[in-house]
């Protein structure tokens, strides 16, 4: 079974390496390893995708919160979510063959980035079974494929919340309110200068 884990951990060196080591101790394999900068200044985000048993995943995240420099760590591969992959293809292609994949880029979505007189290379963003469609398409059709790079999944949540993004979500309208209630205090008249009141009459 595939476990996603979505873990934010600190942007030093090492944190990596630890992570690599504690799959290595707990005798489970990483089928894909997404690292990248998160909404947080100095936090990183990792996307783990590990094969491992059904029943594996608590300990596998009570684990990853051992580990020094680990802040977060959540199982979403059950959970409702948005996963999508980047592929980058190279397909040996001239005059004649390459009609044939444009045609078959149009009908995946994909893009055309590269066009040399010997190959073309494709782009791809989407779910997995999407890549590996299209890679399974062209080696039936009998292109050859030249080289594949792949992002490995990204995951996040479908309009779930954690309690990290409600608490900025609470604390920016709040500034907003304030904002707007310090708008209507200053367009009032101060108390200094409100309206006179009529002259009194001459006896």
Not at 84 to 90: G, Q, S, W
Not at 137 to 145: F, N
Not at 147 to 172: D, F, I, K, W
Request: aromatic share 2%; charged share 25%; glycine share 6%.
């Amino acid at each position: 079974m595939l476990h996603t884990f979505v873990a934010l951990v600190e942007d030093k060196p090492g944190v990596l390496t630890r992570v690599a080591s504690l799959f290595r101790r707990l005798n489970i394999n990483i089928v894909s390893l997404t690292v990248g900068r998160s909404e947080r200044v100095g936090v990183s985000r990792m996307t783990i995708v590990a094969e491992a048993s059904p029943t594996a995943g608590h300990r596998i995240m009570a684990s990853l919160y051992k580990l020094e420099n680990v802040l977060e760590v959540d199982d979403v591969g059950q959970l409702s979510c948005v996963t999508r992959e980047l592929a980058l293809i190279k397909v040996a292609a001239n005059a004649q063959t390459r009609s044939h994949i444009f045609e078959l880029a149009e009908v995946f979505r994909a893009r055309i980035v590269d066009l040399a007189p010997e190959s073309l290379m494709i782009e791809l963003t989407g779910a997995e079974s999407k890549i590996e469609g299209l890679i399974q398409v062209l080696t039936e059709s009998g292109d050859q494929i030249l080289e594949v790079a792949r992002t490995g999944r990204m995951v996040m949540r479908r309009g779930q919340h954690t309690s990290r993004v409600l608490e900025a979500m609470r604390l920016a309208g709040v500034e907003t309110h304030e904002a707007a209630r310090d708008s209507n205090d200053s367009s009032a008249l101060p108390e200094e200068e409100a309206l006179p009141l009529p002259p009194e009459e001459d006896l």
